[in-house]
């Protein structure tokens, strides 16, 4: 996510998806709440962590014969619940299911949470909204949600109704129930 000024103004999602789409302009709804902010270039360590993790989430699907899903990134957007007036891009997520292939063939968004939603830390990122959009995906019940920070080689996984835990580059990421059989050294989200 590397974003930064923001204005605000009230709308539902029906109205938000006609805006067309400005360069240099990055908009996310907000509980009704429009909200633009002027896009930055990413640094080298917010594009690779990106590029590294979408990477290793893909190969985890498909290493998983039983698993059908999507692996998106680049502010992948998504309509986190049909009783919010809420349109979010994603750095990167995981949907699960038939329904997110027909939605990707077929939707301008993909609509429900995530099974992951995965959000890289830039320099532009302002500490609240980070907040904000975190609660955003736990309260819609997004199974699992990666706070990737690639100047300190992090990663916070959180969950509804449980303590936040946090990886180093020394560590794993490994028996998560949300994603059989993945496993990958912290440290490769960060190698370019």
């Known amino acids: 996510m590397a974003i930064a000024e923001q204005t605000a103004t009230k709308m539902t999602v029906e109205e938000f998806l006609l ?3 400005e360069e240099g302009t990055h908009r996310e709804l907000i509980d009704g709440e429009l909200r633009e902010y002027d896009v930055t270039t990413r640094n080298p360590r917010h594009s690779v962590a990106i590029a590294c993790t979408t990477f290793v989430l893909r190969k985890w699907l498909k290493s998983q014969s039983q698993k059908i899903g999507v692996i998106a990134c680049g502010d992948a957007r998504c309509r986190l619940n049909l009783d919010l ?10 949907f699960e ?6 939605q990707f063939h077929e ?3 993909f609509s429900g949470p995530p099974t992951l939603a995965v959000e890289v830390l830039s320099s532009s990122d302002v500490h609240e ?4 959009k975190s609660q955003k995906y736990l309260a819609v019940e997004t199974k699992m949600l990666w706070i990737v920070d690639p100047d ?3 990663v916070m996984i959180l969950k509804p109704n449980a303590e936040p835990v946090l990886f180093n580059k ?11 059989g993945f496993d990958v050294a912290v440290r490769e989200l960060f190698e370019p």
């Open 107 to 109: 939707e301008p968004y």
């Open 129 to 132: 909204n980070v907040i904000e």
């Open 85 to 94: 007036e809420s349109v979010v891009g994603i750095d990167v997520a995981y």
């Open 97 to 102: 299911g038939e329904e997110a292939i027909r």
């Open 152 to 154: 300190l080689q992090t």
């Open 19 to 21: 805006i067309a789409d």
């Open 170 to 180: 020394t560590q794993r990421l490994n028996a998560l129930e949300e994603l059989p």
